[in-house]
DNA sequence: TATTTTTACGCAACCGGTTGTGTTAAAGCG
DNA sequence: CGCTTTAACACAACCGGTTGCGTAAAAATA
């Protein structure tokens, strides 16, 4: 398309027959420029539906006022609504955000950072994919005394700021809780070796079970894959009731995997939460439609988003380089799919 | 955090003795540089890990490359596969993308739009949040030849490239699935007039009752509030109740108003799709999940991005302004929602 | 060998703002 | 009334790239 000639500063200065920077001033109220001149200016602006031009004001100030996020996916609710959370603070705080999503993929992800990077955003707010397993993308953001903060899913081998929620207690809590409804042998379907996350939730799935006296065993620690979304649930419980292991219950490193494996569950006619008792881990609003209405631990998603900005905002703002890490922690939401019949029975 | 000194092009040159347009040819691989020039150009480009700047860039060009996109909430599994869609190809075609919400608000569209429109976005793909009814912020992107495609939710009074699926035919659907099931007292929900699918799908579900002799009730059209959300289903379909209307069959203007709605129908014990049979729109993940499973409209939602962007793409190299109107179908995907019991008697 | 091409690169303007440093005339001061 | 302030604006450099045009030397051609 043609392109249309903008209005511009200079424009506007040659018109009034002053300087661009006296323009320039007026624009933004400078006290330095008389009361008529400024109004000539802002009438102008007005008339021709002058717009200051970011680019030439990134460009001079080195500041774009933009913040970068990386994603993995925008179809999860839980990572859609931390970006809410972004958005709220830094509009809040006059800046920009850039939404990127890695597509779960490490390639992907190194692309958009370094796009972010020649964007010149003013800092980067991430989680990182389930692939990613080097971290020198970012480094180069450490590098080039970018403000850097994780969320979520971290990249193990770097001091930066970060929030994540307490997986550990988390599963440790959600383990427990089947425990006290009775049940004894508790499977783990867990997440991609990869992230942390995944290793947190199995250690704190272990030490539920060490501190209450039940041995862990290694096959009912079930590998869904690289996978974390439902079909990679099914699968995996599929194959499980295949080779005949039979838990009484069943904590899920996600809530997709959750629903995947209690859509087999159901396939098999197996009764939840009688026979098998299932726990998630996100809330996604998908878990209250289900039935029977699964239990989860609730992430404060919206939270940890704002948090995210405050740490960035922190670090853009210091004058030395900042690392804050925070740790937020997750609440067992109690839904039917856990409510073990036995469970007062049980209870301590 | 103190600014790190970014390595120029003017950097490279200097160390070099040569001009900085020959450093700028050398990294773009121009012709008229000699095979050693550019070998050392390029091996202190590596040495200095030079990043370019694409605000200078941009600024020089006069071209950012890059698309915005405005959606009203990122959080519908819709939404988040047109995005997909559209950085697919925007990817594969050199552009960057930048994502915003409107969260719904007319105000935060406008504002968003704006600092798109001073960020020099290349083009515009957008779907308007349901609160707005006035398009003078997407005028100034007309006025200024800066290309704009709207996808699914249109401004009705602006003449430009859009991509929409055909409501009123998907409606009609099914509405005729239901009908053909045996349903005779079906109702809509329906969603916020401003919209323009909204009036669309009630007019699918009027002609499709007329076609087969059903006499339309005023009072099966039901209103669900500003809202699109689950709860309002929900609510709607309680009051509904509560005033004693009882019908055979409900069409939701979408899935999470659907679901809303069977909630409540289970809540009151009455029994899906036997007593009421429901049909949702939009084919959100979680209409697989509920129970019974929803049916409900397939709209090609990966496809509807890609389609906006190659939309886009044709204005940004069109000599001239370019109008082109896209119109997709919805395929009904039916499911034991709407299966009553007595469609095959029924069936013509 | 004289002349034309080609190769390889430099110069400087330009994109549209911001900002430090003048400069000039009016106002304030003792 | 002479001198210092202050108000109001102009100049020009700068941000980091791109690009049309000019030019000198080397290569090709006549």
Redesign the interface.
């Known amino acids: 398309?043609?392109?249309?000639k903008?209005t511009t500063i200079l424009d506007i200065a040659r018109e009034l027959n002053v300087s661009k920077s006296t323009v320039s001033r007026a624009l933004k109220n400078h006290h330095s420029i008389g009361a008529a001149t400024k109004k000539a200016v802002l009438d102008l602006a007005k008339k021709y539906?002058y717009?200051?031009?970011?680019?030439?004001y990134?460009?001079s100030k080195?500041s774009?006022k933009t913040i970068g996020v990386i994603v993995p996916?925008?179809?999860h609710?839980y990572f859609?609504?931390v970006?809410?959370g972004i958005?709220e603070l830094a509009?809040k705080e006059g800046y920009?955000?850039?939404?990127?999503?890695s597509?779960e993929s490490y390639e992907r992800e190194v692309?958009v950072s370094?796009?972010l990077?020649?964007?010149?955003v003013d800092g980067l707010i991430v989680s990182i994919s389930r692939e990613t397993n080097n971290s020198d993308h970012f480094k180069?953001y450490q590098?080039?005394?970018?403000?850097l903060v994780f969320f979520d899913r971290v990249c193990p081998d770097l001091d930066v700021s970060s929030v994540v929620i307490d997986d550990y207690q988390g599963a440790f809590n959600a383990v427990e809780h089947l425990i006290m409804g009775g049940k004894r042998k508790i499977a783990h379907f867990a997440g991609p070796p990869m992230l942390k996350i995944s290793l947190e939730r199995i250690k704190g799935y272990k030490d539920a079970l060490l501190k209450h006296g039940i041995p862990f065993d290694e096959n009912l620690l079930i590998d869904c894959g690289s996978g974390l979304e439902?079909e990679n649930g099914s699968i995996a419980a599929q194959a499980m009731l295949d080779a005949g292991i039979r838990p009484d219950a069943i904590f899920a490193v996600c809530d997709p995997i959750a629903?995947g494996v209690m859509?087999t569950l159901k396939k098999n006619k197996i009764k939840i939460p009688d026979e098998i008792g299932v726990v998630g881990f996100c809330d996604e609003?998908?878990a209250t439609?289900?039935?029977p209405p699964l239990s989860s631990l609730v992430q404060p998603a919206f939270k940890i988003g704002e948090i995210s900005v405050e740490l960035l905002l922190n670090?853009?703002n210091?004058?030395?380089?900042?690392v804050e890490k925070k740790v937020l922690s997750a609440e067992l939401k109690i839904r039917e799919s856990s409510l073990s019949s036995v469970l007062n029975d049980n209870r301590i």
Request: with cysteine.
């Open positions: 398309m043609k392109k249309y903008e539906n717009h200051p031009n970011n680019i030439a990134s460009l080195k774009t996916l925008l179809s609710y859609s609504t970006i809410s958005e509009y920009k955000v850039i939404i990127c999503q597509a692309i370094q796009t990077l020649s964007s010149k180069v590098q080039k005394n970018v403000p439902q629903i859509t609003p998908i439609v289900i039935e670090q853009i210091s004058p030395i380089p900042l």
